[in-house]
């Protein structure tokens, strides 16, 4: 069992950057793959990004690619999600999840384990 909580998120204007953290408590986060998604009012959960749980594998949505990049820190048991350039519509409820073992997957039933999410609005 692996607990993950998520920081970082806020409101920032467009063109801006934010870092979103997902720490993890419960079990050694090493093994686990990450993968972030997002949902906007009205919207479904999409997926953001994701890294293997070796770390040798990362995928973006077109969306994202180019403007936000994902990294871990083992030591701290925490993943992170730099956010740059920033646009009104990456506005949204921001989810970690993660599985053991998996791999940099977009496809949200890959993932065992959700965080409760963080907010990002960015403004125009």
């Known amino acids: 069992q692996v607990q993950l909580v998520e920081s970082g998120g806020g409101l920032v204007q467009a063109g801006g950057s934010l870092r979103l953290s997902c720490a993890a408590s419960?079990?050694?986060?090493?093994?686990?793959?990450v993968g972030w998604f997002r949902q906007a009012p009205g919207k479904e959960r999409e997926f953001v990004a994701a890294?293997?749980?070796?770390?040798?594998?990362?995928d973006y949505a077109d969306s994202v690619k180019g403007r936000f990049t994902f990294s871990r820190d083992n030591a701290k048991n925490t993943v992170y999600l730099q956010m740059n350039s920033l646009k009104p519509e990456d506005t949204a409820v921001y989810y970690c999840?993660?599985?053991?073992?998996?791999?940099?997957?977009?496809?949200?039933?890959?993932?065992?384990?959700w965080g409760q999410g963080t907010h990002v609005t960015v403004s125009s």
């Open positions: 419960g079990r050694t986060f090493s093994n686990y793959a």
């Open positions: 999840a993660a599985e053991r073992y998996g791999g940099a997957s977009d496809y949200r039933t890959h993932y065992h384990y």
């Open positions: 890294i293997s749980w070796s770390g040798s594998n990362t």
